[in-house]
């Protein structure tokens, strides 16, 4: 039985085998139907070049282990001509990027194994959805948890906050690589900036914009991040399945766009939410890595407000973007805004991956139908995935493990030779104090 207060509407559990992601039980098939649809749609593509060429596509996606995305789309004036046929044209898109992107194969040759990865860890894991409620705000908190079976001592915590319009079942790569490691890993879905936004919507993209606006949103979502803690130490006192599988001294804060806002308000970000200025507090956390992420809105070009708002980060920090990392049509945000987070944030130990030609949906493997992916540029999404994972193991291995070979080899030029030509990878230490002579180390 749950323990009291924990409100689960629904429960499933599947395990992975050791050394095995979940996708690839039944790769070769999931690739095989990804080839087909990919040949499809360009076959096709004659027969819907007329509704292309007046409703101008440009879809991103968060990964999920079930397929589900959220689309972002942009408009033309003669949005109004093609109406009736919305609803296909979009179905059939994003029926093909689910095939497209659940399918799993070989990781590129070039990137050399770690203790990191590419490779899953040792650990076989446990999968389980929950419905959390939390009676004080009246809302729901949908978690998805990856969690090593039979560790041999108390996993280190890791939450993960999805985008705008995303869910709990985003980002499976991380989730179960990171959970393969030894972690204990926490998907969370907000209510209010998560798929029900998006789903049904005669407008998508107004929808996002509109739910981004609303008061609140951004303070609910660091909220759940501590209800969600205080919910696993529940389980880890109440439940018997749980007891001592959790090591809540050790936790780690990532996301992904609206997800990297909310791992930069936990890790201390100064910034104005409710009509007022805050800092959020929440000190179980010891490591954030935030992918996307940017400033507070309407400083980016006030040096002194940027100062002030990053100075509050309290924790060590990885951040990582992409060249082409623009607000996705919902914000304003450039791709040189990105790179202000790692620029000012100077109290702590902070590292910085920008990948070469990366748009904003770099980070779930994909690119946008119609641009870079189309044009056959930016980034392999496999060796995306690739890295993200294995530089992300080593951060939390050495922030929240306290592993020194990890921590070093973050800091080297063995870390930037591996990453190679994919990127620019950056570091600095503490108290703004340089890697090297140059200030910043890079690979490329």
Same mark, same amino acid.
């Given at each position: 039985m749950p323990p009291s207060g924990l409100c689960v509407t629904k429960a499933t559990r599947r395990s992975v085998p050791k050394n095995q992601s979940p996708a690839q039980n039944n790769g070769r098939l999931q690739a095989a139907t990804a080839a087909a649809a990919l040949r499809f749609l360009f076959s096709a593509s004659s027969v819907f070049s007329v509704f292309f060429s007046r409703w101008a596509? +440009?879809?991103?996606?968060?990964?999920?282990?079930?397929?589900?995305?959220? %689309?972002?789309?942009?408009?033309?004036?003669? $949005?109004?001509? #093609? @109406? %009736?046929?919305? &609803?296909?044209?979009?179905?059939? #898109?994003?029926?093909?990027?689910?095939?497209?992107?659940?399918?799993? &194969?070989?990781? %590129? +040759?070039?990137? @050399?194994?770690?203790?990191?990865? %590419?490779a899953p860890g040792n650990h076989e894991i446990d999968t389980v959805l929950f419905d959390w409620r939390d009676a004080k705000r009246d809302r729901t908190v949908p978690v998805k948890l990856y969690v090593p079976k039979s560790p041999a001592k108390p996993a280190p915590v890791v939450v993960f906050s999805h985008g705008l319009g995303g869910s709990r079942l985003a980002y499976e790569y991380l989730g179960s690589h990171w959970a393969s490691h030894g972690y204990a890993v926490i998907h969370l879905q907000h209510a209010g900036s998560d798929v029900e936004v998006w789903r049904g919507a005669a407008n998508p993209l107004q929808s996002l914009r509109d739910a981004i606006k609303k008061p609140g949103v951004a303070y609910d979502r660091l909220r759940d991040v501590s209800f969600a803690l205080d919910q696993l130490e529940r389980l880890a006192r109440d439940d018997s399945q749980y007891k001592g599988r959790f090591d809540l001294d050790r936790v !780690? $804060? &990532? !996301?992904? &766009?609206? !997800? @990297?806002?909310?791992?930069? !308000?936990? @890790?201390g970000l100064s910034r104005t939410a409710l009509a007022r200025e805050f800092r959020y507090d929440e000190p179980r956390v010891k490591a954030g890595f935030a992918m996307s992420p940017s400033p507070p809105s309407g400083i980016a070009d006030n040096p002194r407000k940027l100062e002030e708002a990053f100075g509050g980060i309290r924790i060590p920090m990885l951040y990582m973007t992409g060249t082409r990392d623009d607000g996705a049509r919902i914000t304003d945000v450039t791709p040189q805004q990105r790179l202000l987070p790692y620029e000012y944030t100077k109290a702590v130990d902070c590292f910085q991956l920008v990948f070469t030609d990366g748009d904003h949906g770099v980070f779930a493997g994909v690119s946008r139908p119609g641009t870079l992916l189309r044009r056959g540029e930016g980034p392999d999404p496999k060796a995306v995935r690739a890295v993200v994972r294995t530089v992300s193991t080593a951060f939390w291995n050495a922030y929240l493990r306290g592993d020194e070979k990890a921590k070093q080899w973050l800091a080297s030029d063995e870390c930037a030779r591996w990453i190679g030509e994919m990127g620019d990878w950056k570091w600095r230490k503490a108290a703004g104090r340089a890697a090297n002579a140059d200030s910043e180390q890079q690979a490329k």
């Open positions: 596509f +440009a879809i991103d996606f968060e990964k999920s282990g079930r397929g589900n995305h959220y %689309p972002v789309c942009r408009e033309d004036t003669a $949005m109004n001509r #093609i @109406a %009736p046929h919305r &609803s296909s044209i979009l179905s059939l #898109i994003l029926t093909t990027a689910v095939l497209v992107s659940s399918g799993q &194969s070989a990781e %590129p +040759a070039r990137l @050399a194994e770690t203790p990191y990865g %590419p !780690g $804060m &990532s !996301g992904h &766009s609206f !997800g @990297a806002v909310t791992t930069q !308000g936990i @890790a």
